[in-house]
């Protein structure tokens, strides 16, 4: 689960991590020009949205004055903001209202678990404001890792070591220190599955601050979490997902133009690179589920086909708990109560296959026999459209 900037500081300030001090969340301009007014008569304000480079896109503006804030968030509210990340652009709804801060030097920490390890991993990098994929490619050097041992712990001496070879300023040693470890804490108890500060600012007064904040926190363990309740509401940003999910449907939007169903997650991951094969473009993950009824599978193509990118589906079913006759009634009444335009091609098989080919061939759907001739046939006919 994704959380704002907004709601990772405020996590991280609960364990000591240190922030910018800031006014709150502003959801309308007179908000933000009281907030900037509350912060001295200047401000910055940031969109809070998930994505990476808003300052290029125009989601981070400084604001000289409360009535200038006041301007700037009537341009911000409700705006798309693009990035390289989401070029389809994500709404604006809330900015971040904080106090200017003089940056003289930026660095990259992070946290993240290490599936080949089985251990959490500590990033540090004197090369903070950058994304860290791109150190990594041009300067893997520049990196510097830490595996935690889970029972024995981070020990001082281990993240002064990081600290050293990461090049950060030794003026800054002990002050860093107790931000890794403070960081760590904070993680551990909030069984994170992500943390990355970026940048981790020094200022020209010697305060070492958070700037920045990304927080994921493990879908898995929230069940101990009711604190973060509030936070899984706005932890999706896109409507189809939050839609999906809310009917229990496990829904990924990838952004081509195949939409996607099969039953399983191996299977609907195979489908999908079965497609890619091909020479299409996967426009989602789903999975219908073991079982799946026939209401159900309707539900599921109307997810699919809610997506505007989705020039056709494949849909791709192997029978064990989940019957192939079942599978094609609801694909059937789907077609006969949505407004349908897209190609749909279908490939059975396993429990009842038969019986679903006879009462698909009832209709204008597409069959196939096998999945890599599903494959080839809706990427050819998406390709057409």
């Not at 090049?167 to 403070?182: E, H, M, Q, S, T």
């Not at 098989?349 to 679903?356: H, I, K, L, N, V």
Request: net charge negative; hydrophobic share 45%.
């Amino acid at each position: 689960m994704k959380i704002h900037e907004y709601q990772a500081k405020e996590l991280l300030a609960k364990f000591g991590v240190e922030i910018p001090r800031n006014a709150g969340v502003a959801t309308t301009p007179e908000q933000a020009e009281a907030a900037v007014a509350a912060l001295g008569g200047r401000g910055v304000l940031k969109a809070q949205v998930h994505t990476g480079g808003r300052g290029k896109a125009g989601g981070i503006r400084v604001a000289g004055s409360p009535q200038e804030a006041r301007h700037l968030a009537e341009q911000m509210i409700g705006m798309l903001l693009k990035t390289h990340q989401t070029p389809q652009g994500i709404r604006v709804e809330k900015l971040l209202v904080e106090e200017p801060i003089h940056i003289t030097k930026e660095y990259y920490l992070g946290i993240v678990p290490d599936r080949v390890t089985q251990r959490n991993v500590l990033i540090v990098s004197a090369k903070g404001g950058m994304d860290i994929e791109a150190v990594a490619a041009e300067d893997p050097q520049a990196i510097a890792r830490l595996p935690v041992d889970p029972l024995e712990g981070l020990w001082d001496h281990q993240l002064r070591e990081v600290i050293y070879e990461a090049k950060l300023d030794p003026a800054i040693l002990n002050k860093a220190v107790g931000f890794l470890r403070r960081l760590y804490d904070a993680y551990l108890a909030s069984d994170g599955s992500l943390a990355e500060i970026n940048p981790l600012a020094v200022t020209d007064d010697g305060r070492v601050l958070a700037a920045d904040a990304k927080f994921q926190i493990d879908d898995n363990a929230l069940f101990r979490h009711p604190e973060f309740a509030a936070y899984a509401e706005e932890s999706e940003e896109d409507p189809i997902e939050a839609e999906a999910h809310r009917q229990d449907i496990a829904y990924v939007r990838l952004g081509g133009d195949v939409g996607i169903i099969g039953n399983g997650a191996g299977l609907t991951m195979t489908t999908m690179d079965e497609v890619q094969r091909a020479g299409g473009a996967p426009a989602d993950f789903l999975d219908v589920g073991g079982g799946a009824q026939a209401d159900r599978v309707r539900l599921c193509l109307q997810i699919v086909l809610s997506d505007p990118n989705v020039k056709g589906v494949l849909i791709n079913i192997f029978g064990g708990i989940t019957r192939g006759d079942e599978v094609a009634k609801g694909v059937i009444a789907a077609t006969q109560s949505l407004d349908i335009t897209a190609p749909i091609v279908v490939r059975l098989a396993g429990t009842r296959a038969a019986e679903g080919a006879e009462i698909l061939a009832q209709s204008n759907l597409i069959p196939a026999a096998t999945m890599q001739e599903a494959a080839a046939k809706i990427v050819s006919l998406t390709r057409s459209a």
